[in-house]
């Protein structure tokens, strides 16, 4: 567990995922927080949204609801 804080900005959703998931591949690690989204009713527009990033409004949304990531380099 890194000691720095998270930080909200810009991420693609593959790196946002490893954040989480750092012992996951990167397409299981998606692929679970995309499970996330779905399980919470305030997150799953994010789902539909096109591209392969998070905005930094969109990170905050997702760490109000999940927490923030364990690993945050």
């Known amino acids: ?3 720095k804080p998270f930080t909200i900005k810009a991420y693609g ?3 946002l995922a490893m954040l989480y998931l750092p012992h996951l591949s990167k397409k299981t690690a998606l692929r679970q927080l995309r499970t996330w ?3 919470a009713p305030t ?3 994010l789902l539909r949204k096109r591209g ?3 905005t930094p409004r969109d990170v905050r949304k997702i760490v109000e609801i999940v927490g ?3 690993d945050t380099q």
């Open 1 to 3: 567990m890194n000691d």
């Open 13 to 15: 959703k593959s790196e």
């Open 37 to 39: 989204l779905r399980a």
């Open 43 to 45: 997150l799953r527009y």
């Open 52 to 54: 392969g990033y998070f």
């Open 68 to 70: 923030e990531p364990f």
